[in-house]
């Protein structure tokens, strides 16, 4: 399971790439709204005005759409009539699934708590502060931090400061920042975040 920021989730609010949250899920709705450019309606329109925001309001705890009783007809009818909307071609749903309970929208959930980071280029000097999802591994970090500041960095050692900041420690690439003794610690006063430490190794082979 991928765990994403909410910073990251509402980049994703276009008609050709469409994200949405319930309660702390997060859809890809892009396919079947790209199945529907041909049979586009009010309801998508609708739909369209919430990506990349949390619509959790509509929606009951396992993801089925809440309701209401019709003034007019005195029968239920949901809060949230995108709901009803389905791809036109099999391939871009699950026969029988709503939208919010379909495994092939799914993409992954919101980070329970955002963590601050600083990532130090030795060869460099430069400091970049990240934000960082709770439960990402080094792995992750790392993956992100080649995507957004430098593709080479996987060639860099990644290394920690321990006992006291005497000598470099080795980083887990699959544990997280707690996993790895960077905890996120409670005081009374501001600290700054966990700092990992990139060594140029001179090893242009990793992109």
């Given at each position: ?16 790439d ?21 049979s586009w ?18 929606f ?21 009539p ?20 379909d495994?092939?929208y ?5 980070t ?7 990532i ?20 992750d970090?790392q ?65």
């Open positions: 399971m991928r765990y994403y920021l909410f910073d990251e989730v509402c980049l994703h609010s276009k008609k050709d469409f994200w949405i949250i319930i309660h702390d899920n997060i859809f890809n709705l892009t396919p079947m709204l790209q199945d529907r450019y041909d309606n009010k309801n998508l329109d609708l739909l369209l005005s919430f990506g990349g925001k949390d619509i959790s309001h509509f009951l705890y396992n993801n089925l759409p809440k309701t209401e009783i019709s003034p007019v007809t005195g029968k239920p009818r949901v809060l949230f995108p709901i009803l909307e389905t791809a036109v071609s099999e391939h871009c749903k699950t026969a029988g699934k709503l939208w919010s309970q495994s092939f799914h993409v992954g959930r919101l329970r708590k955002e963590r601050r980071l600083r130090i280029n030795t060869l460099t000097g430069t400091i970049t502060a990240m934000k960082v999802c709770d439960e990402d591994t080094i792995y970090i993956r992100k931090y080649c995507e957004l500041y430098n593709s080479h960095a996987g060639s860099y050692l990644w290394r920690k400061f321990s006992y006291g900041g005497h000598c470099p420690g080795e980083l887990l690439l699959h544990e997280t920042l707690d996993g790895n003794g960077l905890v996120d610690e409670e005081t009374d006063i501001e600290l700054p975040p966990p700092s990992i430490w990139l060594y140029y190794t001179n090893d242009l082979t990793i992109a």
